[in-house]
């Protein structure tokens, strides 16, 4: 995968840093920038001697991705041991640089979401697993709103745009209109962003969850309610995705209406971004935000 031309590499970053991880990491005697994401700042494989390889993701203090590279960093270090999760091996604030080196998953390769897709299981199952290991929540996590009033706000920019911009203005504001807040609390730590590209699939056929910069403390449904677009993008029905997240214990505690809020909440920030966010990824927010409209619309069918 082709690396973002934005991103630093390990060679960008000054001496004293580079001082620094070596002599927490190790010597490196090779660094790769990764590919993919939409999170700035350096993502990089380290090749260290005599060691296994780490990887690296750094970010300038006064970037504005700064907070969320915190955020990762406290859910990380602060995930119980049985976490599907890559391990955190060092952090700290070095200069002007916030760093943090986790292990790296060798091998790896993003989960296939697809129906009938081999990974659909393991992906259920550490669905779960997350639910019973991060409850109750680790301490220190931001509450659910910290995630959802910035997509509300967003949503309700775009509903108050002059009339016919929106297709089923109606509807979504039917749906945003159920959603009380109260009903997205709980005491489970929520990874918030779970799809293919944060699901890692080992040689061993295990599943590791990875980019925790969404966490935050909330119902032990939510994690499985915003996949469920994802799963309607990767080619399931919304009837298939509602039948396929039933087989989790959580799910069925998640009330109609959050489903609906939620998914109203979901699909109009896509919108918003498709139109006025990032060139580059306007057709992706695009296609995300027709799978979300599916389950938003099935979910106001049901009742």
């Known amino acids: 995968m082709t690396a973002r031309p934005d991103r630093p590499a390990w060679e960008d970053l000054p001496d004293n840093v580079i001082n ?3 002599r927490e990491v190790g010597t490196v005697i090779k660094a790769e920038t990764v590919g993919g994401g939409i999170m700035p700042g350096l993502a990089a494989r380290l090749d260290v001697q005599d060691s296994p390889p780490v990887f690296l993701k750094a970010t300038e203090r006064d970037d504005p991705g ?5 955020r990762e960093r406290g859910a990380t270090r602060s995930l119980p041991g049985d976490t599907p999760a890559p391990r955190l091996i060092w952090f700290g604030t070095v200069a002007q640089w916030h760093v943090m080196a986790m292990e790296w998953i060798d091998h790896a390769r993003h989960a296939d979401l697809s129906p009938g897709s ?3 299981m393991p992906v259920m199952d550490i669905l779960a697993t997350l639910g019973t290991v991060l409850t109750p929540c680790p301490s220190g996590a931001m509450p659910i709103g910290e995630n959802v009033n910035p997509l509300l706000a967003k949503g309700r920019h ?5 009339e016919g911009e929106l297709r089923d203005r109606d509807r979504f504001e039917d749906a945003l209109d159920r959603l009380a807040q109260h009903e997205l609390r709980g005491n489970t730590l929520v990874h918030y962003d779970l799809s293919s590209s ?3 699939v080992t040689e061993e056929g295990g599943v590791k969850v990875v980019d925790w910069s969404f966490a935050v403390r909330g119902a032990a449904w939510l994690d499985a ?4 677009p994802r799963l309607i993008q990767a080619g399931h029905s919304p009837e298939a995705t509602d039948l396929l997240l039933s087989t989790l214990p959580s799910w069925h505690s998640a009330p109609r209406t959050a489903l609906v809020g939620l998914a109203a909440g979901w699909t109009l920030f896509r919108l918003y971004k498709a139109r006025y966010g990032p060139a580059g990824l306007r057709e992706a927010r695009a296609a995300a935000a027709d799978a979300g409209r599916a389950w938003m619309n099935y979910q106001l069918a049901k009742g």
């Open 225 to 228: 309610a915003l996949l469920a």
């Open 66 to 70: 700064a907070e969320l590279h915190l």
């Open 158 to 162: 775009l509903l108050a745009k002059p």
């Open 20 to 22: 620094v991880v070596e």
């Open 198 to 200: 944060n699901l890692l």
């Open 118 to 120: 081999p990974d659909l």
